[in-house]
């Protein structure tokens, strides 16, 4: 399986109500692609110095789940509404993991 | 529970042994360090564009056991032996998981 890692830093003008928003329309999407196995996305704790603000962490089956993810009209929809103008920053990798991966 | 994130792209001069001496370094830190419920780090497999080279997933109980993984003399060792000096960029977050999520 494939865990995709995805972090983001925002533009100054971004909100605490955009990333609320965006995070409950980033969730409601991943509901509703069956390619996810499992979805986290969220604020960060900020726990530790980091300079990012927001994570994403996703496992899907094999490349074209992955695919099928980022691909979606779901994903293009949450991106062209909210995601794509609130990034500064933003840094993904995918890495291999075991088929018993759970968030 | 919690799960850290982050992600870095390395300097120009990094090597493809350096990332696979660090990638070993960082499994046996992580086999060492009771806190960490979970873990996986590696290249990225760059399956979609994401500027970032590698990546690193670490589950904790808690904040307690993500000071206790960050800050200890194994983590040290490896950021001062090869990390620190391969960095060009790094972003890390935290965000709350599930008691079954597992890595």
Request: one cysteine or more; proline letters at 3%.
């Amino acid at each position: 399986m494939i865990l995709h890692l995805a972090t983001f830093r925002w533009k100054d003008d971004v909100t605490a109500a955009d990333v609320a928003e965006l995070t409950d329309a980033l969730r409601d999407m991943a509901a509703g692609i069956p390619e996810l196995r499992s979805y986290v996305c969220g604020e960060s704790l900020r726990l530790r110095p980091g300079g990012a603000d927001f994570g994403v962490a996703a496992i899907v089956a094999d490349e074209d789940g992955l695919n099928a993810y980022l691909d979606s009209a779901a994903h293009a929809a949450v991106y062209e509404r909210l995601l794509g103008r609130m990034i500064a920053e933003r840094a993904a990798v995918q890495l291999p993991v075991e088929s018993s991966a759970w968030l």
